[in-house]
């Protein structure tokens, strides 16, 4: 089993929809939960992280932590064809002084104008 | 704005040439990985370095070496390609991390596909 998974899609959705984007874990002793943005051709860049349990929000996107299910979701409210890429969750312990990050293999996500 | 920049953009090699893949970073950071992305896989971390020539294995060394001469330069080297080594190479640098409750953000070059025939 994979420490983390995640549904590569493709997801396709309308302009001006609500995205859920979510990651499952295994590994309990992950604390940092972040989401990076892969546009293609293109290497990831960091979109939000969030330390631990809860939400987080920035602008039109929102990151929630659910430790107990040992979830993750991003969504994206009013979605514009420009969120269009690929999403990848990764997750990092806290232990240790280099920070070993974990992603997931990334959900495509394409929003149609 | 943090730059990190790869080499080459696309490559093609033979299977059994020695590989160079070079990466440059301009923000002074200590820490440096290279990662391989591959369909299904996701990233995967090969070797990651601390400092000047400190190095780490990560999760999938076998077949790889790295080299750090400069703390702005990461090199990886396939010392003998092969055909499963065809993949997109991805470099990223960032600050260690101060605090316990810190993440500090893994920046990353625009990849280098590479082709091993």
């Known amino acids: 089993q994979k420490e983390v998974e995640q549904d590569p899609g493709p997801l396709s959705v309308p302009e001006g929809a609500i995205v859920s984007l979510n990651c499952t874990y295994s590994n309990s002793a992950f604390q940092y939960f972040m989401w990076y943005r892969q546009y293609s051709r293109k290497g990831p860049e960091l979109l939000m992280y969030?330390?631990?349990?809860g939400n987080k929000e920035d602008g039109r996107f929102t990151a929630q932590v659910d430790k107990s299910s040992k979830y993750i979701s991003l969504f994206i409210r009013d979605s514009q064809p420009s969120d269009s890429a690929t999403y990848l969750c990764a997750m990092s312990p806290t232990s240790g002084g280099y920070q070993k990050v974990t992603f997931g293999t990334g959900t495509k996500l394409q929003v149609i104008p | 704005d943090v730059k990190v920049t790869q080499s080459s953009r696309y490559l093609v090699k033979r299977t059994g040439e020695k590989v160079f893949l070079e990466c440059v970073q301009d923000?002074?950071?200590?820490?440096m990985f290279w990662y391989r992305q591959d369909p299904g896989l996701g990233l995967r971390l090969i070797y990651f370095s601390y400092d000047v020539k400190m190095k780490e294995k990560g999760d999938i060394p076998e077949g790889y070496s790295v080299s750090r001469e400069k703390k702005e330069r990461f090199s990886l080297i396939l010392e003998s390609a092969s055909t499963n080594q065809t993949s997109m190479y991805l470099c990223?640098?960032?600050?260690?991390?101060?605090?316990?409750?810190?993440?500090?953000?893994?920046?990353f070059g625009p990849g280098t596909r590479l082709t091993v025939l």
């Open positions: 923000m002074d950071h200590e820490n």
């Open positions: 969030t330390y631990s349990s």
């Open positions: 990223a640098s960032s600050y260690p991390r101060l605090a316990a409750s810190s993440y500090n953000e893994q920046f």
